[in-house]
Structure formats: C-alpha cells, structure tokens
C-alpha cells in the first residue's frame, strides 16, 4: 500500500469520526424521591431520541456522557409511587454544569404562570453556563404569559355561559356551550402568538428556530415563519434546526396547496348556496368590491354574533367606497340559520352549506375555529386571515 493511499485512509477515517460533545445535568427535585428520569434528543426527523436514563435518590440525580449534537434536550421524571410527580424540563447541550432544582411544594408548575401572584418559573431553576439556556427560558415566559392571556379569555367566555344559562334561556345557552367548545381550538395559535413575539425579538437565534418548530403545526403562521427563515443568516438556515424547520416548513406548505385560507391565495368559489337555496357567483362578489370580508359564523356561535354586527358596521359605511361582506354559516338548521340573520339585521350575501363542520368551505379553507374570516380583494384574492375588527377599519380609512 503506497503512503498517499494510507494517509488518503487516515483522513477519511478521521472525517467520518464525529465530534462528541461533553453534558453533566445534577439536579436536586425534592418531591421526587423514587423518580426514573429519561434524557431525549428533539427534533430529531425520526422522533426523539433516547440519550441516557437514570434513577433519582432522595430526589438527587446525575445524567452525565457525551452527545453527537449540540441542540434542545428533554428531561422527563416520573415518581414510580406517585405518578402525579411528574414534568419534562428543556435545557440546552452541551454544557459541562447544569444544575436542576426546586423551589416550593411542586415541582409540575415548572414554567406556568397559574396566576399573577404565582410568577413563572417559580418552582423550577435551571442554571445553565449556555447563554441558549437563559434565552429558551425567555421563550418559555412569552408562551406561559400568551397561555395565562387564553385561560383569562376562555375564563371570560365561561362566565358569560354561567350567566346565560342562569337566564333559563336554551337557546343562548347552547350557543355559548358550543363557543366554549370552539374556543379551546384557538389555544395552539395563543402558543404561536409567543413564537411570534420571541422570533421578532431575536431573529438570529437557534431558540428561534425551535420555537417555530415547535409551533409548525399551527397552518397559519406557516407563511409567516418561512419569512423570518429566509431572513436569518445562511449559516443559521444550513444548521441542524435550521434544515428541520425548512423540512417543517415544506411539508406544511405542500399540505396548504389546496388550502386557500393562506395571504397570496385566491378564492375562486364559495360551495354553500343563498338562502333562498340559490348558488352564489363568488368570484362576481368580489369584481364588484375593492375589499370583500368573507365572514365565517353560526347561529349557535355566541362569539360570532357579538362579533359579526360590528364588522357589518363597516359594510354599512363604506359599501359606498368599495367594501362587502359574505358571511357563510357553519349551521345545520336552516330555520335557525334565518333566525339568526333577521334577529342581527344582517343584510348582506349568505351562505351555508348546512353541513356544519363536514362541509366543503370549511376544510378547504382549514377553518378550525369560528369565528373565522378572509379579506379578499377584486381578485379573490387574500390579504388578510382572521383580520380583527379595529385593524378591518384602519385598512379600510386607508385604502377605501
């Protein structure tokens, strides 16, 4: 065997052997006397990983060794006696002196902001010399302060149920029970609300590109998270999490092909038909008007009915200039679905398919919670999702 080809060997040997990274996790969980704790990888494209496992003692453990990547580690402990002691804590590796312990009598309100008396990361403290660590931590205050605000708002909605259904009135009293139920589907757009925030406030971050991982399920922000992709350096997007986030990010964007419910999209149809059992040419609406609000709702919706008058107030005023509104129901009842248009006084296009959630519109435009609305231009197409009533009206002095 000649020199050159030994060395060639030696260093194509050397390439192939991947660096490893040194961790040592000491934590000290007071509750958790008998705990089995388990360490995992995230992100990994085939699930997370199992890096190590141990026993706590007394509530002390040590999970200590070498990782192949530097990135976002799980750490989940379980009592063998007690299964309510239990929590999954995220730090990040490598990092040669973490150290885990609690604070007060439970260790499970980790990061959850119970209350304004009750501040995050109360229970829990993870030091870290990672400056990642501390930032991962700033993320998790922005999710735990966006998941209080959906607890405070569902809160508000439960209230005005307990007060309807102390009026005797059944009717109101199914709308607001199904405006509860539909309520508890924005909570994952509360959680991507926080990614948002963290994303805008440290753009070149690895902490950035886990949060939108981890809220790459939320179809919405699908757009929105491949902008600020596109905006980090190229040595951020070609990175471990960078590639799993364009991965992410592509898969949510082949699914919403067929999803119109995205800016950019046009609407070329609506499948409900008119009251009157009629079709309505959508795509005609739209020519007529500069800006069309395509309004999604249901008798039943008590949210919906608070919320639809007043954007039927902006129609009223600048129908003139150019502004119209479709609103199409998510009803069953045809009779119900009538009543609710006369008692509102809202005269404008309406649609149903009377199919409820398994109607057409509403998969196609992945509506999941109502209310729900798209702001169309001449076009069909879309300029805005879920459009709130005081941005609408701003929109609208400006442009109409």
Known sequence: MSIFLLLALLVGCKQEKKEKYSYKIVADIKECKDCYVRLFFMHNPDGNDLIDSTAARDGRFTLQGKIAQPGFYKIFYQSQTDKNIADWLTVYLPADSVHIKTIGSSAQTKFHKVSDADPPQKHVVISSPSPLQKELEQYFLLEDSLSHQFSVDIELIKAKFTQTFDSGDKVLVEQWADSIKNFEYRFPSYLAAAAHLFVQQHPTSVVSLYAMLGNRGDLPSVERFRQ????????????????????????????????????????????????????????????????????????????????????????????????????????????????????DSLQMHHLSELKGTRGEDIQRFGINAIPANLLVDETGKIVAVDIPYPKLKKKLQSTL
């Not at 609506?270 to 309505?280: C, F, I, Q, R, V």
């Not at 999604?296 to 107030?313: D, L, Q, T, V």
């Open 228 to 343: 600020y992709y596109q905006a980090m350096p190229i040595e951020l997007q070609q990175s471990f999490y960078g590639k799993r986030l364009n991965e992410a990010l592509a898969e949510g964007e082949e699914r919403n092909v067929n999803n119109q419910r995205f800016v950019g999209q046009r609407v070329q149809s609506l499948a409900g038909k008119t009251p009157d059992g009629k079709e309505l040419n959508a795509e005609q609406i739209f020519r007529q008007n500069k800006l069309t609000l395509v309004e999604f709702w249901a008798s039943w919706c008590g949210p919906c009915r608070m919320e639809i008058p007043k954007y039927y107030s902006l129609q009223k005023q600048y129908n003139d200039k150019g502004f119209g509104m479709v609103g199409v129901s998510l009803d069953t009842n045809h009779n119900k679905w009538m009543q609710a248009i006369a008692e």
